[in-house]
């Protein structure tokens, strides 16, 4: 069993930067894909971006691409999400996810994909 949790949220100006941690325990987390997902109100939890268990392999939703960077730390369990020039349309509670994902685009993008999730973490960019 695995158990996640996130760290880093808060508010934020437009413009400005964060990063998130995602704590990990459990032996296998090394050899999981690990995504962060956001839901904002009123809206389906999408993905953010993942990363494949070596760090070398990387996904980015084109709403981020060029803007966040996601890496990961398997000696410490734990995985990043560092976001800068943040928009209010991030504006979400960001969770951490992991599991043993399909090598396919449409596993690693699916919420449904994954086994094990965090709490969430609220991040908000003002205007």
């Known amino acids: 069993q695995v158990q996640l949790v996130e760290s880093g949220g808060g508010l934020v100006q437009a413009g400005g930067s964060l990063r998130l941690s995602c704590a990990a325990s459990?032996?296998?987390?090394?050899?999981?894909?690990t995504g962060w997902f956001r839901q904002a109100p009123g809206k389906e939890r999408d993905i953010v971006a993942a990363i494949r268990w070596s760090g070398g392999n990387t996904y980015y939703a084109d709403s981020v691409k060029g803007r966040f960077t996601i890496s990961r730390d398997n000696d410490k369990n734990t995985v990043y999400l560092q976001m800068n020039s943040l928009k209010p349309e991030d504006t979400a509670v960001y969770y951490c996810a992991a599991g043993e994902i399909g090598s396919y685009y449409y596993n690693v993008i699916s919420q449904y994909e994954y086994d094990y999730w965090g709490q969430g973490t609220q991040v908000t960019v003002s205007s």
């Open positions: 459990g032996r296998t987390f090394s050899r999981y894909t």
